[in-house]
Structures are given as structure tokens and as C-alpha cells.
């Protein structure tokens, strides 16, 4: 039983986390309106050209460095010039470019746009059903343009690879267009829209796009992967730590983990995302990452509760409990007086003293939830206390009462209707109390009582012993020795 119990109180702290990451920054997503004045200046409208200088067709494309283009294949494709018309009426010639034929996807290069215009994050992850999204683009000739809808299903093109089908409209020359997340991100190019088909549009995935530029990157020998230069390039440390932040809220902690290790790997030293990184690592049950990432943290602001906080559960979930006890100990020390902190902090140390077997130190975490936190303060009672109160009977004729004193501390045996007093008192640790007879002809007779179920337990008489061993050493006695006699008690209902 105290096995079973160990697991549920890991389980119960393990479930801490999920109503405890509120540190860092707050959690404010962009509106719209605002995600698309920001996208709008990485949106570029696409013009080709014949060898005569006659038009031939138009589309969109968008920034994914300051130098490079992505647009479709079938928008350049034929043409002797292509020029690149940024938002603000800056006009670029075409130097070379990439084809990715079966994917419908051209890489252009171009010289260095302004500072200004900053490069798109092409997202790592595939959208989800449902999501949100917007294209925008220039739709016969019309910069600028905003459309949004949601992400309807996905399908598989010949020869492309994976479309995303989307209900936001695609009119002809928004193809190259940037379908984007309510992030900011990425997550496809428009390609086409079926006609005769109401808001059947499709856009290639972003899969395709990180392919290509890998492929570019291999051939060329000079570049970066595609999310280095999403990173590097349009991301700060502290947008990747917002958008990490965000997929964890959404439960994606393993696409979440990847943003913050970003965000470490180009701040260094920004403390919230090692906070959030080990809070991640712990989720994944990543434990010796997590205690990695925190205790960076904790070197970068040792004043952070919840650094030691996580710290110590990850220090739990390893059974490292008495590093637990160090981290929590200072977490306590940290939190808010009368707050939900320390009383969940409390409630932590005291599952580690329970599994450290320190009964007392764990009572008194119980005490102090009392004035605190009494929905902590039940919960944990309800682990330390033993549930054998009441009475027993042996033999068929014998009847025992038991009670549970000094807080649940000890166990109290006495034979009822007798005027013997209390026959024994044991501490009650490890689902099992032994304890000397409290008769004065029998002083030296060591009992144990072991909870076999909730109906049953089991009396075990191991005769004279050495009073004056401690409670520990005998337990380590009884290890190797065979008991004088065994009754099997029955709970009387």
C-alpha cells in the first residue's frame, strides 16, 4: 500500500504544474488587425516579364530573408524578367532563382531589402483542423489585400506533397501569396482554387517551403536552415519565448520546448525562457533536462519562485528528495505570504517528507496548511493519515479499538472493555506501525501491525527486543526475523 500511495502523491504533483506556470510575461496574443500591419510590409506584389518587355502574369510572394523571395513556380515560370514590388513601391529586379517544380514553389533572389522589412517565420509544425488563418496578397494587382478563413482539411497533390485546404479566399494573383496563422507564421503558400468549387482553395505546405530551402541551402553551400533564418532574421529571443508560451497553453509542449531552446539559443541569457524550457522538460517528464534549464534560471535570478519550485518537483520525480527539500524550502521562502504558491509549495515539501519517511516534518506541513490552505491541508492529511481507526477483532471473540493520536502521527491499540489501558502505541510510516507493549509485565514485547487491505490487518508478535534501539534500527531487525506469532485482524463494520 505505501508503493500505491508513493505513485499517487507523484501523480498529484506532477498535476501541480498544470495550474502553476503563470511566471514571465503575460500571455497577450496580437489582434488581427495588428498581425496583418505587421505581415504587410513582408508582402510583396510579383510582376513577369517576356524577352519583348510584355506582361505575362502576375502574383504575390513574401520575404523569407532579406534577400529571398518565395512565390509559385507557375507565377514565374516562362518569363525573361520578373520584378518584386514591395508595400512600399520599391521596385527589385530578379537575379536567379530556385524551382521546386513538382512543389509549385519558386525561390527568388533579389537584392537586399530595407532593414524595415522584416522576413516571415516559416512555422515548424503543420496547422491543426479548425485553425484560423489569413492570406495576404495582391489580387489583380491589388497590394495588399487581406483575406482569412480557417483551415478546412489536407490533402495530398500529385506530385506536390501535402496541400492545406483553406476557406479563406484565393482570387487570381494572390498565388504565392503567405496563408499565415494567427501567430504570424507561415504555414503555406496559396496555389490554386478549384474552379466551380465554392472555397475549395489549397495551399502548399510549409513542409514544402523548408524543404525547398534546405535543398537551396545544400546546393548553394551558403545560407542557413530555414529555421535559423526564421529566427534569426524575424524572431527576437522574446517573440520565440511568446510563441512557446502559446503553444503551451494549447498543450503542444513538445513544439513548445523547441521555441524556447531557440529563444535560449539566441538570447543566452534570458532567464524566462530556461524557466519555461524546464517547466516543458518536466511536462515531457524530461527530468534531468528539466533540473538543467532550472537551475540556469535560478543562476540568472536565484530570487525566482518558480524556479525553485519546478526545481524541486523535478528533483521529486528523480527521488533526489532531499535536493526536493532544499529547492521547496527556498520556493516557500520566496512565495507571496498567505498565497496559492506557498501553499502548493507547502503541500510539495510535505509529499517529499512522506516519501522521505519523515512523518513529523510531513504533520507539520499539514499544520501549517491548516490557516492556509485547507483543501491542501485535507489532501495531504488524507495521504499521511493511516485510515485504521476503528475497531478489529481477532479470534472470533477478541476485539480491539484502534485511534489515530498526535495528528496522525501514531497508532493507538487498546483491548476493549479492558482495564489494562492502551496495549500498544506505534508509529504509523510505510503502511505499518511497531511499537513496544505499554503493559508493564510484557515491556520488551515488540509488536508490529501491517495494513494488509482495508478490511484486513496483520498482527505480527516478534517478543523481546531492546527497547532502547531506535525505531529505525528495528525496523531493520525485523527484516531478518521471524515473528514469535501472526493474527490476521478483521475491520468490524
Not at 514571465?24 to 508582402?43: F, N, T, Y
Not at 477483532?393 to 479492558?418: A, M, P, Q, W
Request: proline fraction near 3%.
Amino acid at each position: 500500500m505505501y508503493k500505491k500511495n508513493t505513485i499517487t502523491s507523484k501523480r498529484s504533483l506532477c498535476l501541480l504544474i498544470l495550474g502553476l506556470i503563470t511566471f514571465g510575461a503575460a500571455i497577450g496574443q496580437e489582434s488581427l488587425a495588428d498581425m496583418v500591419a505587421r505581415i504587410k510590409p513582408s508582402v510583396v506584389a510579383i510582376s513577369t516579364f517576356d524577352a519583348d518587355g510584355d506582361g505575362l502574369k502576375t502574383g504575390s510572394g513574401f520575404v523569407i530573408r532579406a534577400d529571398y523571395i518565395v512565390t509559385n513556380k507557375h507565377v514565374v515560370e516562362g518569363a525573361s524578367r520578373i520584378d518584386i514590388r514591395t508595400a512600399e513601391g520599391r521596385v527589385f529586379r530578379v537575379k536567379k532563382f530556385t524551382l521546386d517544380e513538382p512543389g509549385d514553389l519558386a525561390l527568388l533572389q533579389i537584392d537586399r531589402l530595407p532593414s524595415q522589412v522584416r522576413a516571415l517565420a516559416v512555422a515548424k509544425y503543420p496547422p491543426r483542423q479548425g485553425d484560423k488563418v489569413v492570406v495576404v496578397g495582391s489580387p489583380l494587382g491589388l497590394e495588399g489585400s487581406v483575406s482569412d478563413g480557417i483551415v478546412a482539411a489536407f490533402r495530398e497533390g500529385d506530385g506536390m506533397g501535402k496541400l492545406v485546404q483553406i476557406t479563406a479566399p484565393i482570387s487570381a494573383g494572390s498565388s504565392g501569396s503567405p496563408v499565415i496563422n494567427t501567430w504570424g507564421d507561415v504555414i503555406g503558400v496559396a496555389t490554386l482554387n478549384l474552379k466551380g468549387g465554392q472555397n475549395l482553395n489549397f495551399a502548399i505546405s510549409s513542409e514544402r517551403i523548408i524543404s525547398l530551402w534546405s535543398a537551396f541551402v545544400t546546393v548553394s553551400n551558403n545560407g542557413q536552415p530555414i529555421s535559423s533564418i526564421s529566427n534569426a532574421s524575424s524572431l527576437t529571443a522574446n517573440d520565440l519565448l511568446m510563441r512557446g508560451m502559446q503553444l503551451h497553453k494549447t498543450g503542444q509542449c513538445s513544439e513548445a520546448l523547441s521555441y524556447f531552446r531557440d529563444a535560449i539559443r539566441i538570447s543566452g541569457g534570458l532567464r524566462d525562457a530556461y524557466l519555461w524550457a524546464g517547466a516543458c522538460s518536466y511536462q515531457l517528464q524530461q527530468y534531468d533536462e528539466a533540473i538543467e534549464f532550472l537551475n540556469q534560471a535560478i543562476r540568472l535570478d536565484s530570487s525566482n519562485y518558480h524556479a525553485h519550485h519546478h526545481l524541486g518537483l523535478a528533483y521529486y520525480s528523480t527521488k533526489r528528495y532531499a535536493s526536493a527539500v532544499t529547492a521547496f524550502q527556498r520556493a516557500i521562502q520566496l512565495a507571496p505570504e498567505n498565497s496559492r504558491d506557498k501553499a502548493t509549495t507547502i503541500y510539495s515539501l510535505g509529499l517529499t517528507y512522506y516519501a522521505l519517511r519523515d512523518m513529523g516534518s510531513a504533520w507539520e506541513q499539514k499544520r501549517l496548511l491548516d490557516s492556509l490552505d485547507t483543501a491542501w491541508a485535507q489532501k495531504l492529511s488524507a495521504l499521511l493519515t493511516p485510515n485504521v481507526s476503528g475497531y478489529w477483532t481477532f479470534e472470533d471473540h477478541n476485539v480491539v479499538r484502534i485511534k489515530i493520536v498526535d495528528d496522525g502521527i501514531r497508532v493507538s491499540v487498546s483491548f476493549l472493555g479492558g482495564d489494562s489501558g492502551v496495549w500498544f502505541e506505534g508509529v504509523w510510516e510505510n503502511n505499518s506501525a511497531i511499537g513496544f507493549s505499554k503493559w508493564p509485565h510484557e515491556r520488551k514485547k515488540l509488536y508490529k501491525l501491517k495494513k494488509q487491505n482495508i478490511n484486513q490487518l496483520k498482527f505480527e508478535n516478534y517478543g523481546d527486543m531492546n527497547p532502547s534501539d531506535g525505531i529505525d534500527k528495528l525496523r531493520t531487525k525485523l527484516k531478518s526475523k521471524t515473528p514469535v506469532s501472526t493474527r490476521i485482524w478483521r475491520k468490524i463494520e
